[in-house]
């Protein structure tokens, strides 16, 4: 006699069971969703990326590293105060190593500007710095007589034209392709959890899918007083 009770008790907890697990499947994409949107605006708020401010460390690393190998030319030269006043006060366009320094300020000053300070999305900042270090050191090797003066005559030239063009290739196809990726990656996602919302505006309750537990047991009940009430009386 308690077979059919027993089989609505079965029906009404498989509900209950399937209802959380439906909630949770919905929970679980708008969590994922918000997680990624909220990582975006926390890099957002942070006000550069980590790969721009690789290539920010790394034009730090062209001036200093410039800086540093003009100091060693002027002390094998004879002195940094000697050396210096010769370069920079009586400065000469063949002999000076003092131009490729201030061409390497010029790059960092710019650099930095555009795509630190300004966070500049496009390349032409860093085409016009490397076109004109590439056609200055060009000049510089063709019209001086850098080659007469050791091997610093050499290394100086070569070692900013490569900086410059490392420079080049690092924004053009990491610092900004990477940006742009983010950027389409929380687009999409934030379309997805608008989208989502708009499926799903709310999760739905507990009582829709089932009926409370005391309204099974007091039919239970009731039935037993029936069948007992309809007994014979011996």
């Given at each position: 006699m308690?077979?059919?009770?027993?089989?609505?008790?079965n029906a009404h907890s498989s509900s209950v069971e399937s209802c959380p697990s439906l909630r949770d499947v919905h929970s679980?994409?708008?969590?994922?969703?918000?997680?990624?949107?909220?990582?975006?605006?926390?890099?957002?708020?942070?006000?550069?990326?980590?790969?721009r401010r690789t290539f920010c460390l790394f034009v730090t690393f062209d001036l200093l590293f410039i800086t540093l190998l003009w100091i060693i030319e002027l002390n094998v030269k004879g002195g940094i105060e000697t050396t210096l006043k010769k370069e920079v006060l009586h400065y000469d366009y063949s002999s000076s190593y003092f131009d490729i320094?201030?061409?390497?300020?010029?790059?960092?000053?710019?650099?930095?500007?555009?795509?630190?300070?300004?966070?500049?999305r496009h390349w032409w900042a860093i085409a016009f710095t490397t076109a004109v270090t590439s056609?200055?050191?060009?000049?510089?090797v063709i019209i001086s007589q850098l080659f007469s003066q050791g091997?610093?005559?050499?290394v100086l030239p070569i070692i900013?034209?490569?900086?410059?063009?490392?420079?080049?290739?690092?924004?053009?196809?990491?610092?900004?392709?990477?940006?742009?990726?983010?950027?389409?990656?929380?687009?999409?996602?934030?379309?997805?959890?608008?989208?989502?919302?708009?499926?799903?505006?709310?999760?739905?309750?507990?009582?829709?899918?089932?009926?409370?537990?005391?309204?099974?047991?007091?039919?239970?009940?009731?039935s037993e007083e029936k069948q007992d009430s309809e007994k014979p009386v011996v």
């Open positions: 308690n077979r059919v009770p027993n089989d609505a008790e679980i994409n708008a969590t994922h969703l918000m997680a990624r949107i909220e990582s975006y605006d926390v890099r957002e708020k942070k006000g550069i990326s980590d790969v320094f201030l061409l390497a300020v010029f790059r960092f000053k710019v650099l930095i500007l555009a795509y630190a300070m300004c966070r500049l056609a200055f050191l060009l000049a510089k091997a610093f005559g050499y900013s034209f490569i900086l410059a063009w490392i420079e080049t290739w690092f924004l053009d196809f990491k610092v900004l392709p990477q940006e742009a990726e983010e950027e389409n990656r929380f687009l999409i996602a934030q379309d997805a959890s608008e989208r989502a919302a708009l499926l799903h505006p709310g999760v739905l309750s507990d009582g829709q899918f089932y009926s409370p537990p005391e309204s099974a047991a007091g039919s239970d009940e009731e």
